[in-house]
């Protein structure tokens, strides 16, 4: 991507009056939008094929039906789950946005430090996509017109950060992540961090060289808004990540569609589960990653605005223990 990009007039800058724009046509304005409770639904299982369509069905948001849809999975590396994005479950998302009428499906990504076309290749993502119809847009292929530069309020960036115009322009946006810490400055990596996968390459250095990379995450996601997240937690890290750790079986899906609800409850998990200092000794709203989201109006500003959602009785006894945890902090 060439220097003078950022003075092209094809480029849209996406401020946070812009993101407030963009909350305000859904109906919220970013100050209602942190006052509003979220539901994020939680199903303790270890099929992932039950797992997603359960969350969907209790979450019952909005559906896709005749809209293309944007899918974000978490194709950093090419590791096993939760280290990427598990194949049934991916699998299962897009069978369920097919089965409420998605006019059309397409996964992006950017890996990284691996080729994404290698990662995705060895995750068996082309196979996949031409057996669901869907289409795959390597955002490490983008051309300058492709990006949509984004300026949120008082940004830790030195460099202009983009997201895909895809992206910030969906008009439905899916994103998929896994449960787990990260050993590499990110504390952990869940539906927030998975925007880092959405920003150009040659962005990566400044920020895992950052003091601020974790307020630096969060901003990445002023460029766009999801519409449904699915976190696979049937397997976690609870000490390393974000590509190998520490696993254990967590045996739980989450869902919602508020990133600050559903990655406050997958740090209430990692904190049932005991995972590492980084985790146990902070609060989960005082997780940088979760404050800076907070402060751009991203999500919820505290436990107390989550609802859990359960079906059955073994995820409604998990769930108690998981409100337990958020209300512990």
């Not at 404050?291 to 079906?311: C, F, K, N, Y």
Request: charged share 25%.
């Amino acid at each position: 991507m060439s220097a003078p990009m950022s003075r092209r007039a094809f480029i849209t800058s996406v401020s946070s009056a812009a993101a407030v724009g963009a909350l305000s046509r859904s109906g919220l304005s970013a100050r209602q939008a942190t006052a509003a409770r979220a539901k994020v639904a939680l199903v303790r299982t270890s099929d992932r094929k039950r797992g997603v369509a359960e969350v969907v069905r209790l979450l019952n948001v909005p559906g896709p039906k005749g809209k293309d849809v944007m899918i974000k999975p978490n194709f950093n590396t090419a590791d096993p789950a939760p280290g990427s994005t598990h194949g049934e479950t991916l699998r299962q998302l897009m069978a369920e946005l097919l089965e409420r009428d998605a006019r059309s499906l397409t996964i992006g990504e950017r890996s990284g430090p691996p080729n994404t076309k290698k990662v995705m290749e060895d995750k068996g993502v082309f196979d996949l996509a031409r057996e669901m119809k869907a289409s795959i847009v390597n955002f490490e292929d983008l051309a300058d017109a492709d990006w949509v530069a984004v300026s949120p309020a008082g940004t830790h960036w030195k460099s202009q950060l983009y997201v895909p115009r895809l992206v910030a322009e969906a008009p439905y946006m899916v994103s998929t992540c896994c449960l787990k810490t990260h050993g590499f400055g990110g504390v952990y990596s869940m539906s927030v961090k998975l925007a880092v996968g959405m920003t150009p390459k040659r962005l990566m250095r400044e920020m895992h060289g950052s003091p601020d990379m974790r307020r630096m995450i969060a901003e990445i996601n002023a460029g766009y808004r999801p519409n449904l997240i699915v976190m696979d937690g049937v397997d976690a890290f609870v000490d390393g990540g974000p590509s190998q750790g520490k696993l254990v079986a967590a045996n739980v899906f989450v869902g919602g569609t508020d990133r600050v609800a559903v990655d406050a409850v997958g740090l209430a998990i990692l904190k049932e589960l005991g995972a590492n200092a980084a985790i146990m000794d902070r609060k989960i709203f005082e997780q940088e990653q979760l404050r800076r989201a907070v402060d751009l109006g991203l999500g919820v500003s505290g436990p107390d605005q989550i609802d859990l959602l359960t079906g059955d009785d073994p995820s409604r006894e998990f769930a108690a223990r998981i409100k337990t945890r958020l209300a512990a902090g």
